[in-house]
């Protein structure tokens, strides 16, 4: 079975530092990959996707993530984070084919910005 | 609008009440999902449709849970003699083509409290 890891619960940073949430997951095969952002009382808005290819994506507001497959990780980046992206974070993956609707989302990455 | 929208937001039950919640994808979409959200976790799924279909309802916790689309459109999940542990948000997604890994587009939640 598929599952991911978001190892820090908890992060704070000073508005305009930058930003790495990490992500690892684990599955037999390159899953497909997501990042999701969830802001209180919102639902679930997707920030970026990796599906093959070039395995740095652009999202949306700024953020990138790396598709490491040595290190079966997914991180997400800001280079100079706003204090609009407090929110919490989510890793999500998906399987590489048959049943590929399924998204296993990790616990979360809860952002803190300090003005 | 033009999202997914659910209702009720907020529902408050007595243990032992039934509830039924709401999904209104967006127009068009083949898929919707169902996810359930605990608190301090990650969207954990629960079941899913193409149109009125129900392919997969391997992530309902019980024989409580029973989930409908009858005209492949609005959809709703319904609780029935509802326990303090069915307390979480209750996420719905829809997703617009029947194949591939598109997507997700999600609700803002409906937030089910269980006293």
């Known amino acids: 079975a598929q599952s991911v890891t978001q190892p820090d619960i908890h992060i704070t940073v000073s508005e305009g530092a930058s930003l790495e949430l990490r992500c690892n997951y684990s599955y037999g095969a390159t899953p497909y990959l997501f990042w999701y952002v969830q802001s209180p009382g919102q639902g679930l808005q997707l920030l970026l996707k990796?599906?093959?290819?070039?395995?740095l994506v652009q999202g949306i507001k700024g953020f990138e993530a790396e598709f490491k497959r040595s290190q079966s990780s997914f991180n997400l980046r800001k280079p100079s984070v706003h204090w609009s992206d407090a929110a919490e974070y989510f890793c999500a993956v998906a399987p590489s084919g048959a049943g590929s609707y399924q998204l296993t989302f990790g616990k979360g990455t809860k952002l803190s910005v300090i003005p | 609008g033009a999202g997914v929208s659910q209702s009720p937001r907020y529902k408050v039950a007595k243990r032992g009440q039934d509830v039924a919640l709401r999904c209104d994808p967006i127009s068009g979409h083949v898929s919707l999902f169902w996810y359930q959200q605990a608190l301090g976790q990650g969207p954990e799924f629960l079941t899913y449709f193409q149109n009125e279909a129900q392919l997969d309802k391997s992530g309902l916790p019980s024989d409580r849970f029973f989930a409908e689309r009858p005209e492949g459109s609005v959809s709703t999940l319904k609780i029935q003699r509802t326990q303090q542990e069915d307390s979480a948000v209750y996420l719905c997604a829809s997703r617009g083509v029947m194949g591939g890994p598109n997507e997700q587009f999600f609700g803002p939640g409906t937030r089910l409290t269980v006293l």
């Open positions: 990796y599906f093959s290819g070039d395995t």
